[in-house]
């Protein structure tokens, strides 16, 4: 029984089912994009370069001659295709550059107007070197004036902790 408690603890961790979520929503983005390319980008390709198809160029590895691929493959002798693999690799490199221009839009889409990391960074303390936000204006160790992020020195009247005395 412990085992299947450990089981469905990791089959519903927060971190599986997101993944698998992408890989759903990734999967079915991949569909996207290649039809987007075999279906929008590669007509215009085939009519500009004229129906460039890799697919018939190989190396015979055999001592008997065939005239097409076809010929070769139906007899089943050792061939290296690469012609299939440069087919694949001008496949990968459009839809690469398709992939690149699709995230490029969405990142100038996405991109805040400050970085969303500036209130995460730190700074040292001239005076006292301890670690403190990158826009604090003043230390909270050693209570010095900072500059602020732009760069100007605020001043400010010194914040001076006073203790009385008591009487005894």
Known sequence: MKLFSEF????????????????????????IVESFVD????????????????SNLYINLSDRHFDTFVEAQEAGIPML???????HAVHFLI????????????N??????????????????????QSIAYKAT???????????VRGKSITRQPYVRTQRKSSS
């Open 39 to 54: 279906d929008i980008i590669m007509p215009p390709f085939s009519l500009l370069f004229g129906q460039v198809d890799f």
């Open 138 to 148: 003043r230390c909270p160790s050693c209570t010095s004036d900072l500059e602020d």
């Open 95 to 106: 839809v690469a550059f398709v992939l690149f221009l699709f995230v490029r839009q969405i």
């Open 108 to 129: 100038r889409i996405r991109r805040p107007e400050e970085d969303p990391l500036m209130n995460m960074k730190t700074k040292v303390c001239p005076y006292c070197c």
């Open 8 to 31: 469905k603890e990791f089959a519903v961790r927060g971190n599986v089912i997101d993944m698998s979520i992408g890989v759903i929503i990734g999967t079915t983005f991949a569909k």
């Open 81 to 87: 295709n690469y012609g299939v693999f440069l087919n």
